[in-house]
């Protein structure tokens, strides 16, 4: 692994080297941002490296696009014009290098993005170094995650406080605590760990995975209804559901999209092997710029990689070990092991 990255570091130089004069070119990124911001009526930034060049990719950006097709653009634009009357500019979704550091979280808690409600705007975290990026905010799930928040502020504008009220009434008595990415939860209850740390982050992820979690493998649908019976991460499903019209317009497309909840598959057969996590979060090409380096320190892989490919087909990376293990690489962060090789095609 040393020496790829040694070999990269001496291709970059040689490039830096011999063209210094060439100014970096943003036209396919700023083309489809125009395109973006036109259709949903948002505003979308992204931080420079100091070459000039955009920090992401026109593959970041299809992320975007499919996760807001996914909202549905009558929704986008609604939760957009309330930002606009709220705090006098769109809803923002600001592409920048930061990580947790920047936010004095600790090393176990990762931060993929943030709403900031007084300035409406969302920034979609991207790391800085290459080392251990394997995971950044530029995946479907955080995009659509801070979305929620904004989403969750037009709803508690309209519907009242007493939202806040209800939710929580359908946790029935499990109470929120400080999130430092470790502990258990009850995934009945919870749709993540990170949902365990407050209403709000609940409320948020709960949408989030509910948008973005609609292929074969991703399905949480064992979650909601057990033996006949509505979970409490069921009825917090159905609550969101049944809020979406009473507080905007047109949420049919949504609220379809939402209740994909109840069918989604939740494993894929593929050569004879059970895959979880199929598909998750993958729309575009952010991550084999970490991911492909063969940089991948993770807390799941500790292993020099010897080889890594993209599967339209699992929708991941299939990575096997110098070791001779094998892998799948989901983006956002999601490693699972497999237990035996799969024959992936070049
Ligand atoms: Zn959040």
Redesign the pocket.
Known sequence: MKRIIGAMLALILCLGMSLPALAADNSAVDAKIQVLEQTYNITVQYEKDPDGSASIGTGTLHILQHVLEQITPDVVRQVSAFVKEKTGRNLTYSFVYKDHYNFGLPSSVEAHGV?YEELGLIEILLPSSSAGTYSSGDNPLAIA??FG?ALEWVVRSRYGNRLMAEWQDFNGGASYSAFDGRGSYDPTTFVSLYATSSY??DF?ETFAHAVVRDKAGLGFYNLLVQNGVKTPLGKKVDYLISLLPQCLNNTQGLTAQLQKVYTTPIYVEFQNQRLSGAYLQYMGYAYPRYVLRGIMSSPEINEEIATSQWSTEIGGWYVVSTTGNHYLVFPGGVVRRQAASLQIAA
């Open positions: 709403f995650h801070e928040h709000s982050e948020a």
